[in-house]
């Protein structure tokens, strides 16, 4: 986030600070949607909040990484994460941002010998198209690699950067611009590489608060984006690319898979720095494999937000409320 967002996110929260949780009756009839990851605080107002709704009650399940892998994680996520997802039991349903975070969840609540869950299924997320993809330019100078994503552990920056020395070294001419804000507790190793890569005089740009406009402005210069994350809820920054017909280079496991599926993607098998070195090789040197790669993009159909909305406000809609009494999580 920009710092200006930030700066007015602390503000709100220092206000509020002490002061309990304010519950209003909902409309008749209206249902309860929760779409991030929720506090303890929130937690310990759900039962207000479930009543103060007479619909169902749904909430949206990103991921299970603080799980799955702890090691890429927060370690005050990792902390707070399986109380939330004992939580997310009071909910009348639960709509996964993909079938990877479904699957995890459902695993996870069977593991534990949880049978009676509310549903979950899998409503993925959309983004924002741009009015008209601009046709590509001639382009001047090395072309532009885009990475856009926060640095930290599990989005693999490191191995990106790897990547990126091996072909500098190689001879390889092209700029490496990351966008991102670095996610201090598990993103400072891949912070301090970026600034020894640029004090060595490599081109590698980093804008750890850049707006919508820049970011869109970087979407329109690059020749293709690489997102190298590992592990994914969903992956927004592929979507976003496709969605700016670029194609890029990203893992093929996964919910990051079931984007890449759809075509425009170059899908790597493991995301390490050799693999990442040979897909950004490919589309630098093989101009035809670029082409071929943009023309998918262009050309698949791209989900909107307003797709993703529709489609979990119907489903909200079909959902029966579970009797809350015979859960088998009891909030205090």
């Keep these: 986030w920009p710092w200006s967002a930030r700066a007015r996110g602390w503000l709100a929260a220092a206000l509020r600070a002490g002061r309990p949780p304010t519950i209003e009756r909902l409309r008749p009839n209206a249902g309860l949607l929760v779409p991030e990851v929720f506090s303890p605080a929130v937690a310990a107002a759900l039962p207000g909040l479930l009543a103060a709704a007479d619909g169902p009650a749904v909430a949206v399940f990103h991921d299970a990484i603080a799980l799955q892998h702890p090691e890429l994680s927060p370690p005050g996520t990792v902390a707070r994460f399986p109380a939330y997802l004992l939580e997310l039991l009071s909910f009348d349903g639960v709509a996964a941002v993909s079938e990877a975070s479904r699957d995890a969840l459902c695993a996870y609540w069977a593991w534990q010998g949880i049978r009676d869950h509310p549903p979950v299924v899998a409503i993925p997320l959309g983004v924002e198209v741009p009015a008209a993809v601009p046709v590509e330019a001639a382009r001047v100078g090395p072309p532009e690699v885009l990475c856009v994503g926060s640095l930290e552990g599990r989005k693999n920056h490191l191995a990106l950067l790897e990547a990126a020395e091996r072909l500098w070294r190689e001879g390889v001419a092209f700029r490496l611009r990351l966008i991102g804000i670095v996610q201090p ?109 943009a023309a998918a993009a262009r050309a698949r159909p791209i989900r909107r937000w307003a797709d993703h909305a529709a489609e979990l406000v119907a489903w909200q809609g079909g959902l029966a409320r579970r009797h809350r009494d015979r859960l088998p999580f009891r909030l205090p």
Excluded: I, M, N, W
């Design 185 to 293: 507790a598990t993103g400072a190793a891949a912070a301090r590489r970026v600034g020894e890569l640029q004090a060595a005089g490599f081109p590698l740009l980093h804008e750890p608060g850049a707006g919508d406009a820049a970011v869109a402005a970087a979407y329109a210069a690059c020749a293709f984006t690489v997102y190298p994350s590992r592990v994914e809820g969903f992956g927004l920054p592929v979507l976003e690319s496709l969605a700016h017909g670029k194609p890029c280079v990203c893992a093929g496991r996964g919910a990051l898979g079931e984007t890449a599926r759809g075509g425009g993607c170059l899908a790597l098998d493991d995301p390490g720095p050799e693999a990442l070195a040979a897909g950004l090789r490919r589309l630098l040197t093989d101009s035809s494999a670029l082409a071929a790669l």
